[in-house]
């Protein structure tokens, strides 16, 4: 039976981020700091109460 190689690629929500650390860029490099080479978005940092206007929204997305 020939054998499979299996790859879990972990990455960190970035739920724990929202309202601390505003900026995307900053995302980024926290993530990349703790290790983590994947980030996914978590969409409470685009919640228009808290987040800015819209223009602030779109480039954060980006």
Known sequence: MPSRK??????INGAFLTRRWEEPDNFMRLTKELGYPYHELCSDVLDPFFSGDKSFQMATAR
């Open 6 to 11: 299996v790859t879990i690629d972990i990455g």
